[in-house]
């Protein structure tokens, strides 16, 4: 009886479970892929047929012809091609090329080379550059303001401010009256020009940013000698030690992370570059260097050039020199710069787009031109 | 105590912090550039006299087809100069060269005076705004006005890539004419670009493998001239040829000169064998290199002289092996699938040309003297005798094509396998052999 029941209950369990939750197993019935059949005739399945027969017979009859074996080879020369060769034409009356010219076979006279030759003139500076030599002695930009005709002097009333506002109307319905306030002109409107370089930086005068912390090489070695001659002059009893002053010693820390310490006066400050920002700049190179036309051997010559950029980010071509070098020989690493260079020069011919607020991290670079990637392989 | 803890913390952070910071210069590695053809402009030679006109315009056009022909330059139309050069001494506009993106000038006069030629020119890097090097002249008589161009060619050629050039070289090949199986051969010797063909000989012998003397003054070839082939040297300047002496009931073929130029390497077979000789050209004295009962062949100088590269089938398959040039025990060098053969040693000393056979198809193709680093170079119905230009860069052979009809052409491809073009002969050609540059 129980038997039953129970053979019953879970029967029943069963089938509820699977009206309830049999749709999640359902399976979707699958897409049935229909293709387009034409119907041909018999005569053009024949013909069809006929067409996939030809290849057979056609590689039998452009079955290529063994090559000939040069002799150099090593196969000794098949007596029956001799004869062929030697089968004497009827000897016709020598053409003009069948002799051999021996006057025009004779070398050149010597080609003389003078290395000395007229010395050109100086040619004209190159105005159209747009890197570099008047870059170094910075000219004020006339600025965009200046109108060929006297500006109309503003109203005495308005004056410069640092944010543009207008006037505030009294409002008629409504609202709170707001405090009047006088309008103040535009700052393009001042009466006097000042120029780019003339107008002061709002800028910081110092970085926030932290210097670098190792010194340059002759500021550890000054420092070394001083600290070497104040041991020797140092008493040979130490004094018994103070309470550090630690407060001193916050004080020197954070100095020393403001940029206050002058050893280092060649370190760039501002922010770095990100690795985005340098990886455009590498890309921005390679697209210029051309490496072509190099030697073997200039393909297996690094060197690393050094550069100085306008804050433009144009290259000061007088700046563009050999810093280092690593294999090849003079010849090559003299090919491989002037690669180098032409590269820097070309790409940076419209300024290398380079973020301005960190100039001072970007305005000297060290190009490394390795071509092992690029060597004929 | 705390307070010291904290201080030194604060120092670590802050060491820390200024260890990230940029020391010195922003340094960035240039690892990856592109190749492509250099821009360059050679506008018309400036005609120091009414009569050098057409000689101006054609030197221009030889120099720049050379440089254009190595696929390392690519000549800037004249139709796309903002300005031209119309005196030779004259101060070169470089905004207006930049502006085609012309990288390179080459700028030239001419004076013809009666049968004598005189050809100056310059060369400019236009973005670096100054001369390349000094400015040159060469003299000589105008018949040879190509060769005028050629030097010209060179040393622009030179300056810029840092290698040695090779326009001013010739080669000697075998011209070949008419059916497969009527085919004439005669020596003839043309410039490296086909210009100013020459022959040597006639086509009533079949003659083969010519090859070059280290100066250029004379060719060895194999002439079935008395029905056998027999190896002979052949005096470029008076075209008079003489047989080289071998052993008496043997056949002697592919010959190469040694690079002092004063001794033979050929190969000799006697019966089914084919070993390797040198034959001293002053004394005729021959001496035996190898003596395997396989076959030795095609054997190439490495460049000092002390070395011979060679193929042999004594492991079962035709491969590539070098030994002393004194003989002696030989290592071999080729280890891939398929038959390697006609080695020829490069210039510069550190690659090996060869032809290859695999799967019904011949290549062209350079590899290490010690046969690492193979590259196959070109693949085609029958590529064969790769020959090397003077500067080791180019690579010239003939290809022929299928069918009873097919023709036989020079072809050069540089070592990187680009630039793979025809060399423009009147008729066929094959077993093309690189002269060194002309003096």
């Known amino acids: ?377 | 105590m705390m307070v010291r803890i904290f201080t030194t913390l604060m120092a670590l952070m802050m060491t820390a912090t200024l260890s990230l910071a940029q020391q010195g210069p922003l340094r960035i590695e240039i690892t990856e550039g592109v190749i492509e053809p250099l821009p360059f402009a050679t506008p018309d030679f400036v005609a120091e006299n009414g009569s050098s006109t057409e000689m101006g315009t054609e030197l221009a056009r030889v120099v720049a087809a050379d440089l254009q022909n190595t696929g390392l330059f690519r000549e800037i139309p004249a139709r796309a100069y903002i300005s031209n050069v119309t005196d030779f001494g004259s101060a070169i506009q470089y905004p207006d060269w930049k502006a085609i993106n012309a990288q390179a000038l080459v700028t030239g006069a001419v004076n013809v005076s009666g049968n004598s030629l005189t050809v100056k020119f310059r060369l400019y890097d236009i973005f670096s705004g100054a001369e390349l090097g000094n400015g040159l002249q060469f003299q000589g008589t105008t018949e040879g006005w190509r060769r005028m161009a050629h030097k010209v060619s060179d040393a622009v050629y030179s300056r810029i890539t840092g290698e040695g050039g090779y326009f001013d070289s010739r080669v000697v090949f075998v011209s070949e004419m008419g059916p497969k199986n009527k085919r004439q051969k005669r020596l003839a010797v043309m410039d490296y670009d086909g210009a100013g063909v020459k022959y040597l000989t006639d086509s009533r012998s079949l003659v083969l493998a010519p090859r070059f003397s280290p100066t250029g003054d004379r060719v060895l070839y194999t002439s079935y001239e008395t029905g056998f082939p027999r190896i002979y040297v052949l005096d470029v300047g008076s075209v008079q040829h003489r047989v080289l002496e071998s052993g008496e009931g043997s056949i002697s073929f592919a010959p190469r000169f040694s690079p002092n130029g004063q001794t033979v390497v050929y190969s000799q077979a006697t019966g089914s064998n084919t070993d390797i000789y040198t034959m001293d050209i002053s004394s005729g004295r021959s001496t035996r290199l190898t003596s395997a009962p396989s076959i030795e062949t095609a054997p190439s100088y490495s460049p000092d002289g002390n070395s011979i590269v060679f193929e042999s089938d004594r492991s079962g398959a035709q491969q590539l092996y070098i030994m002393s040039a004194n003989g002696g025990e030989a290592k071999r060098i080729s280890f891939g699938q398929g038959r390697y053969g006609t080695p020829v040693w490069s210039p510069r000393g550190d690659l090996v040309a060869f032809t290859k056979q695999s799967k019904g198809r011949f290549h062209i193709g350079v590899m290490r003297i010690d046969g690492s680093e193979e590259r196959l170079l070109t693949a085609s119905f029958l590529d064969e005798g790769p020959t090397w230009s003077p500067n080791g860069r180019v690579i010239m052979f003939h290809r022929e094509t299928q069918g009873a009809g097919g023709r036989s052409t020079l072809y050069s491809v540089d070592i990187t396998g680009r630039n793979l073009r025809p060399v423009r002969t009147p008729e066929g050609g094959s077993d093309p052999s690189w002269s060194p540059l002309q003096k």
């Open chain 1, 1 to 377: 009886m129980k038997t039953g029941q129970v053979i019953s209950a879970a029967g029943h369990a069963t089938l509820i479970g699977w009206m309830v939750f049999g749709g999640i197993f359902r399976t979707e019935q699958l897409p049935i892929e229909a293709t387009e059949v034409s119907v041909i005739s018999g005569e053009a399945f024949a013909a069809l047929m006929a067409a996939q027969d030809s290849p057979t017979s056609q590689s039998e009859i452009t079955q290529p012809a063994q090559p000939v074996v040069d002799n150099e080879t090593g196969a000794v020369p098949e007596p029956e091609t001799v004869p062929e060769q030697e089968i004497p034409e009827p000897a016709p009356a020598p053409a003009a090329d069948d002799a051999p010219d021996v006057s025009e076979l004779s070398p050149l006279p010597n080609a003389e080379v003078l290395v000395e030759t007229p010395v050109l003139p100086t040619p004209e500076p190159d105005v159209a550059v747009e890197a570099p030599e008047s870059n170094e002695t910075p000219v004020p930009q006339a600025s965009i303001r200046v109108a060929p005709e006297p500006v109309i002097a503003p109203d005495p009333e308005a004056r410069p401010d640092l944010v543009e506002q207008e006037a505030v109307q009294q409002m008629v319905t409504g609202g709170t009256v707001a405090e009047p306030k006088e309008a103040t002109a535009a700052e393009e409107a001042a009466s006097e020009i000042v120029t780019e370089a003339e107008k002061p930086s709002a800028a910081p005068e110092t970085s926030l940013r932290p210097p670098p912390l190792r010194p340059t090489r002759s500021a550890v070695q000054a420092a070394e000698t001083s600290e070497l001659a104040a041991e020797t002059q140092k008493p040979a009893v130490e004094p018994a030690a103070e309470e550090p002053n630690t407060s001193s010693a916050v004080d020197d820390a954070f100095a020393e992370a403001l940029g206050q310490d002058s050893e280092t006066p060649s370190a760039p400050r501002g922010p770095p570059l990100s690795a985005g920002e340098k990886d455009a700049l590498r890309v921005a190179v390679q697209q210029c260097w051309n490496v072509g036309s190099l030697s073997s051997l200039a393909l297996e010559t690094t060197v690393v050039v050094a550069v100085s950029l306008t804050k433009d980010g144009k290259p000061i071509v007088s700046s563009i020199r050999e810093v280092d070098s690593e294999g090849g020989t003079s010849a090559s690493v003299k090919q491989a710069f002037e690669t180098a260079r032409r590269a820097i020069i070309r790409c940076g011919a419209r300024g290398f787009q380079l973020p301005s607020d960190k100039y001072d991290q970007w305005k000297d670079i060290e190009m490394t031109f390795n071509p092992e990637r690029m060597r004929i392989k």
